[in-house]
């Protein structure tokens, strides 16, 4: 007989996994709940398009499939799929960028990973705007640097700028720089001679650059502008999800600075192996349904302008402006200290999933909450009105 040896209790999480959550998720799992019971949630929450991944892209990978076997493929990624997404800068922003600085990564979160490993050492300060993307942050943290939060303003449309740059680094010198254009949860933009100082100010400094273009494609105001355009030292981070439409399988790139391609290989060869075949298939033929996806753009405008025009007239006349995404970031401090709670009252009492600003801004989240436009536009009229009834009860 054998026996069993005593058990000491939970097995402690280590302190570098002591990461605050995703409270987007939290939202997320508190409206699946309703929904389980019955109720008919309108989820404004979460940054996921409600159209399909394109046709084209859904075919590639059924045709795959049926031709058997998805084995691994190169760490970087399938080189016509790297090659395709080279010419997509030659194509949209006149770059001839050669397709070895080209890294396919397991999405645009996996890319993170992959940056802040190969840009920086544990300890490194590493600045990212307030209110910005949680998981910049909290990877961060895990990894062992230490974020750098940087109070940016409306004037600055809410980016950080060289002055506030030039700040955190005299108060303790940093190592690099985040920045995300459009971003989330904001929906605003840096235009061309914003991303320029910035990326200027960085190199005065000797400041590692990493730009999160997840949302390009998906601008109103103005053309985005890579920093691919501004200088070849920066990294650029960029996934199918949001354009395309593809969040749920998983594949982003990187535009690495040359010279860290091999880099990047040998932390993807262990880390992961190589990005899901079938992702891979589906990313390549996504390019060939810029048509549809280009329809889908005209519905987040239509979504955008039902939401500018009908908040104000329920009260909620304070918000960002959206230049871009499919964001709108709310100021319902009228209402309410604490969007948290706020928003948990939102979901419960007239089923609208929304994200409170605490996810993203430590400092002054408790007075926003974030509202995605990525659902239908009938959707976003029958939100207007369930939250316009909320309000007239607070």
């Keep these: 007989m054998t026996l069993r040896p005593l058990s000491r209790g939970p097995v402690p999480a280590s302190r570098r996994s002591d990461v605050a959550p995703f409270i987007v998720m939290d939202v997320m799992d508190h409206a699946a709940r309703l929904e389980a019971q019955g109720a008919q949630v309108i989820h404004l929450e979460v940054g996921q398009p409600a159209a399909p991944a394109p046709l084209t892209a859904r075919r590639a990978a059924a045709a795959a499939l049926e031709r058997g076997q998805v084995g691994y493929t190169a760490a970087l990624g399938i ?17 001839d960028l050669d397709p070895e600085r080209v890294v396919v990564t397991n999405g645009s979160s996996g890319g993170f990973i992959l940056a802040f490993l190969a840009l920086f050492e544990p300890g490194d300060r590493v600045a990212i705007a307030a209110p910005g993307y949680p998981p910049y942050r909290h990877v961060l943290s895990a990894l062992g640097c230490e974020p750098v939060l940087i ?17 955190a680094h005299a108060d303790k010198p940093l190592k690099g720089v985040l920045v995300a254009s459009p971003a989330n949860p904001t929906g605003t933009m840096m235009d061309r001679a914003a991303l320029t100082a910035l990326y200027a100010a960085s190199q005065e400094m000797g400041l590692r650059f990493v730009s999160d273009e997840i949302y390009h494609g998906l601008d109103y105001a103005f053309p985005a502008v890579s920093a691919a355009e501004v200088a070849d030292d920066v990294l650029v981070i960029n996934s199918f999800s949001k354009y395309f439409c593809m969040t749920g399988w998983r594949v982003g790139w990187m535009v690495v600075p040359p010279g860290l391609s091999r880099t990047m290989e040998r932390l993807q060869q262990n880390f992961s192996i190589s990005v899901p075949t079938l992702s891979q298939v589906a990313a390549e033929a996504a390019f060939d349904g810029t048509e549809e996806m280009e329809a889908v753009k005209r519905g987040y405008e239509e979504n955008r302008r039902i939401l500018s025009e009908g908040l104000p007239t329920i009260g909620l006349d304070h918000f960002l402006p959206a230049d871009g995404a499919f964001y709108l970031y709310a100021d319902v401090s009228r209402f309410t200290g604490d969007s948290h709670a706020f928003a948990i009252r939102l979901l419960d009492s007239a089923h609208v999933a929304a994200t409170p600003g605490v996810d993203f801004d430590p400092f002054r989240g408790k007075q926003f909450l974030r509202l995605s436009y990525a659902g239908s536009p009938e959707h976003m009229r029958e939100a207007v009105v369930r939250i316009g009834a909320f309000l007239a009860k607070e």
């Design 151 to 167: 109070e940016t303003r409306a004037e600055d449309r809410f980016a950080i700028t060289p002055e506030t740059l030039r700040a």
């Design 79 to 95: 080189p016509s799929l790297r090659a395709r997404i080279a010419r997509h800068y030659r194509d949209t922003h006149g770059l």
